[in-house]
């Protein structure tokens, strides 16, 4: 018999907690225990889903269904999106084992045993609560005949129509196509036996309701695009090209096919969760939804494994789970695509049997509805869903196969001139080929980023200096000025006493825009109305605040007396090693951050120096930025010597300056010198003045690739990174300074190529090791020479470690073979 397990959950909030109620009872008849527990306030749970959700919706898909908001050169690694879901994993379970939900744990294992098949349903109007991962449970995962599904707080019984056929009917509909492998589905429909399929094709509002209002169907089946409202309240589905549908449109039609027995409804397409949270007030019995953008290939899989094992005599809830399952073995190419299949259920209805669904039930039955899904099982588990289902999304390494025929004995008995023939030729190039393959796969992977990166940084320190940042003035505050402070009391490195006469003395200079570049995340103090009356007014200063991860590090609010037009924010980002390489110029901070500012603080500043010389910010029909002539391509996963990178947001390589050193390329006065009158007026006029710390004792210090005399990483000052920030934006737009840059892939693979084949040739020509050794330093020198002028002369990074890699390994192969295998003498 299968057990009914309900989790009610109260009104409640992850900030307050929520009561909720178990209720455990036998399938169709009424509890026989009930216990109430909490669960207690968690507010770091939705940051962690939040921050999931995020990163999988930043992977690698090819297109986005939609209604979702295009993600720009947004993409997220693998990893990342598996380390984010085991750590939400981790404290959704850490949540369920708090001592005040114990009661309700205990109650579950006293009563239910590891065989019994249980139906597990969660209650709750909370779309928060309903978004998690409720199958990742501890109690969940134990019980392998158990699955999840969620129902909305208000339900009814519904009574069907009798039914006058055994066949399944199926109404089908195939929505916009845009994207979407439709014609794949249909086949696979076509291929059910003992059912009755209508297509609608992109059909009009008209001829959908129409079919649901004139006929009895067992499944709704759609395939198409569709979205949900990011409330949940509602969902839209794309029935074709130009026209959309939310449920309530649809909803006396609806009402009608449900009262004539529609008993299961399947929305194989994206971010469905809000379509199912719609269709529960129609009281339709089942749905099955993608809760997230699903690729084609993860919905094809499993559809295939639903289907096999419904049909072959499983459960409704038992064939979900086992379908959901088998999807983990597509994990490696789809991240956590076996989080995305959820049952929103009627609590009101018990889910029927295939053979129930076959044979229908007549009228006034409540409670026995059909989960028939109309997909046809086949070799390729296709389906029809909706959506961005994209087959390849993630792309595939290809493999290089090698034949190893034996050579023929007169090849191997003649002399050395004849073993320098084209055969041998033909197989030497094919060792090139493996070799700069295998080379090109393990760099795709990131095993060589690290080696990349460290030889970036010693051609970037062999660069030779540039003329001073003359249209930037950093106004330093020292150790001796936050001391001078001391009786102003300040609550950081400058006080709002010190600040007021800061600004009202660059005032007086007229610069072009001024940077603050302070945490400030508390008002003015009230008893300076003219620093309030300053940071309201003056409309060239630009503040900054910080977004931050919220699961590693909580933001910093902006000052509240500036508009949000003039925050910036502060977010780096950072390498492994901690070292700034990259530029962020925007991205989209999430929901739950105090900082809400799109553009970085030297974007906001950068910007308005240009809207002087009458440059404004354009983007080009790939969503790249352009300012003036000057195009800013965003970094991708795998950029240069970058490999699977977060590369989220709109990021560019940091082109530093250098004037003897990172420290001086930029004039620097102290507040100090500001206050006393010892500036010169021509030196702040017409420039951007940023005000930061350099003081020790505030940590506030970034690590860059220069080192400094005595070997060690060279780190500056926030304030002094913001300026090199500044500065890249303004010589690349003004001066045409070049912005760095990599080549594409392509150009990548052929550069290793080439070198591995020259290594092959080499090895295959030069007679005596002592003069290979030699060539070969020499070449790793030029290759390192190269290098260099490509970066110096075109600001390009070419890759230097793979092609040295895949030299060494193809000689070392190549002379392995010509002697194994040609009976050549050379010595490997």
């Known amino acids: 018999m299968t057990k009914l397990v309900v989790l009610k959950f109260g009104k409640g909030s992850f900030e307050a907690g929520f009561p909720v109620t178990l209720q455990i009872g036998e399938e169709n008849s009424r509890p026989e225990t009930e216990v109430i527990g909490e669960l207690p ?97 501890e109690l969940i995962e134990r019980y392998s005949n158990a699955e999840i599904a969620l129902a909305a707080p208000s339900y009814e019984k519904v009574s069907f129509l009798s039914k006058s056929t055994t066949q399944v009917k199926i109404l089908a509909l195939l929505g916009d196509s845009h994207g979407v492998d439709i014609a794949t589905d249909r086949l696979l429909l076509e291929e059910l036996p003992d059912t009755k399929i209508h297509f609608l094709v992109e059909p009009s509002c008209e001829d959908l309701t129409d079919n649901l209002w004139q006929q009895n169907w067992d499944i709704l089946f759609f395939a198409g695009h569709s979205s949900s409202h990011s409330t949940g309240e509602t969902g839209q589905i794309y029935i074709n090209q130009t026209e959309t549908l939310t449920i309530s449109q649809l909803k006396y039609a609806l009402k009608q096919a449900v009262e004539r027995g529609l008993k299961l409804a399947i929305f194989n397409s994206c971010d469905g969760l809000g379509l199912a949270r719609e269709f529960a007030s129609l009281q339709i019995p089942q749905l099955i939804v993608m809760r997230e953008p699903v690729p084609d290939r993860v919905a094809q899989t499993f559809l295939k494994h639903f289907l096999q094992a419904y049909s072959g005599g499983q459960s409704l809830y038992l064939a979900v789970r086992i379908a959901r399952e088998r999807l983990q073995g597509l994990d490696g190419q789809f991240p956590c695509a076996s989080w995305l299949p959820v049952i929103y259920q009627n609590l009101a209805e018990i889910p029927p049997s295939w053979h129930e669904l076959g044979i229908g039930h007549g009228a006034n039955r409540a409670g026995e509805q059909g989960s028939h899904c109309g997909l046809g099982v086949s070799p390729s588990g296709a389906s029809g869903v909706a959506g961005s289902r994209e087959e390849n999304s993630f792309p595939l390494h290809p493999s290089v196969r090698r034949s190893d025929s034996p050579l023929p004995t007169s090849v191997k008995n003649s002399t050395n001139k004849a073993k320098r023939s084209k055969l041998h ?28 990166l460290q030889a970036f940084d010693q051609l970037q320190q062999l660069r030779p200096d540039e003329e001073p940042e003359s249209r930037l003035l950093v106004v330093t505050i020292t150790e001796e000025d936050v001391q001078l402070q001391s009786q102003e009391k300040p609550q950081g490195s400058l006080s709002d006493e010190s600040l007021l006469k800061l600004l009202k003395k660059l005032e007086a200079h007229q610069p072009q825009a001024i940077g603050l570049d302070i945490y400030r995340d508390r008002p003015a103090k009230s008893d300076l109305p003219e620093l309030q009356k300053y940071l309201y007014n003056t409309k060239h200063l630009i503040s900054v605040c910080r977004v931050s991860d919220p699961l590693s590090e909580p933001g910093i609010k902006p000052p509240p007396e500036i508009s ?69 391509k965003p970094l991708t996963a795998h950029t240069g010597g970058y490999q699977r990178i977060d590369a989220s947001g709109h990021q560019i390589l940091l082109n ?56 060690a990483t060279e780190k500056i000052p926030g304030v002094l990174l913001q300026a090199q920030m500044i500065s890249q934006l303004l010589s690349a737009v003004l001066d045409g300074r070049s912005l760095l840059s990599t080549w594409s892939i392509w150009q990548e693979i052929i550069w290793i190529l080439a070198w591995s084949l020259t290594a092959s040739l080499l090895t295959y020509y030069i007679e005596r090791v002592f003069y290979l050794s030699v060539v070969t330093g020499i070449t790793i020198a030029s290759l390192y020479g190269i290098s260099l002028v490509f970066l110096i002369k075109w600001s390009i990074w070419i890759p230097l470690i793979p092609p040295i890699v895949s030299f060494i390994i193809t000689i070392i192969l190549t002379a392995y073979f010509m002697k194994n295998y040609l009976n050549l003498s050379k010595s490997a």
């Open 564 to 632: 949000s037009e003039r925050l910036g924010f502060s977010d780096l980002v950072l390498d492994p090693d901690n070292i700034v390489r990259r530029h962020l110029l925007a991205l989209t901070p999430p929901p739950s951050s105090p900082c809400k500012a799109s553009y970085s603080f030297s974007v906001q500043l950068a910007l308005r120096y240009l809207a002087a010389n009458n440059i404004s910010l354009e983007f080009t029909s790939n969503g790249a930025w352009k300012l003036g002539k000057t195009t800013f």
């Open 425 to 452: 030729l033909f197989w030497l190039i094919c060792m090139s080929l493996i070799t700069s393959g295998l080379v090109v796969s393990v760099r795709y992977l990131g095993m060589l980023q690290k080696l990349e």
């Open 41 to 137: 306030p968690d507010q770091e749970l939705p940051l962690n889903f939040h921050f999931w959700q995020a990163i999988y919706r930043h992977l690698d898909f090819a297109g986005r269904p939609k209604g979702l908001p295009k993600l720009q050169k947004a993409i997220s690694s693998d990893g990342e999106c598996f380390q984010a879901a085991e750590k939400l994993r981790d404290r959704l379970n850490q949540w369920l084992q708090s001592e005040s939900f114990r009661c309700i744990r205990e109650k579950w294992l006293e009563k239910l045993q590891k065989y019994d098949q249980i139906r597990v349903i969660l209650q709750t109007e909370d779309y928060q609560l309903q978004k998690l991962p409720w199958h990742l449970w």
């Open 656 to 711: 530093y300056r250098s004037h003897n050193s990172l420290q001086t390329f930029v004039p620097q006065v102290t507040l100090t010198e500001v206050l006393t009158g010892k500036v010169n007026a021509s030196t702040i006029k017409n420039t951007i003045v940023l005000i930061g710390t350099t003081a020790q004792s505030f940590q506030d210090y970034s690590s860059t690739p220069y080192i400094t005399s005595e070997g």
